[in-house]
């Protein structure tokens, strides 16, 4: 009788067990139902993630336009060499998009554009600026860095949006103490330096968005 009774208490006892640990196996749904949720969860934050990239899209670009959505400036790359006063009048006398008021960009509006060369990007320690345009206010901080290894596709230290012509291109600030002299931006090196208006330079022409 008492070994009946223990052999029974043994059956009840595993069947028990057996139930409890059957909670941890993989095909129970609540485990299941877990796994697909952090899954689900991992995919949410991954597509919050790229559409805030896309959001956060420095540039609208059609054609040679682009707008830098950070300062609200419209550039139009015409990629060619002018000397100054050709450049100015280019820009002046363009109907592009029905937009009239193209201009050539101070060195102030083509400095937001430098990329990978710290010192002569807005706010750098190159001192050419538009409160600063004598040539002594260009120090070997404007110098720039080597050529062609700018974070561009081709070593351009411009945004690649508009780096399909890497080159000098000339600002509307004239050389405070010599106005036969122009400042320019090299963007295959990052400089900042000045040049005869009867040198060649590119034209980017620009304007401010309405």
Known sequence: MNRFFLMALVALLCIGFGFVFSCGDDDDPST?????????????????????DDDDSEFD??????????????????????LWGE??????NLDHWDYTDWRLPTVDELRTLMRGCPATET?????VTAACLEETCADES???LDYGQGPGPDGCYLPEELDDFCDWYWSSDAVADNDERYWVIVFNTGRIENRDEEGDASVLCVREVD
């Not at 450049?87 to 002046?92: L, N, V």
């Open 32 to 52: 299941s139902s877990g796994q697909a949720d952090d899954e689900g969860d991992d995919d949410d934050t991954f597509g919050v993630d790229d559409d805030d």
């Open 61 to 82: 670009c059609s054609g040679n336009v682009c707008t830098d959505n950070t300062t609200g400036l419209m550039w139009l790359n015409t990629q060619h060499g002018d």
């Open 87 to 92: 450049a100015s009048a280019h820009c002046q």
């Open 123 to 127: 706010g750098g320690s190159c001192g």
């Open 142 to 144: 404007c110098l720039g």
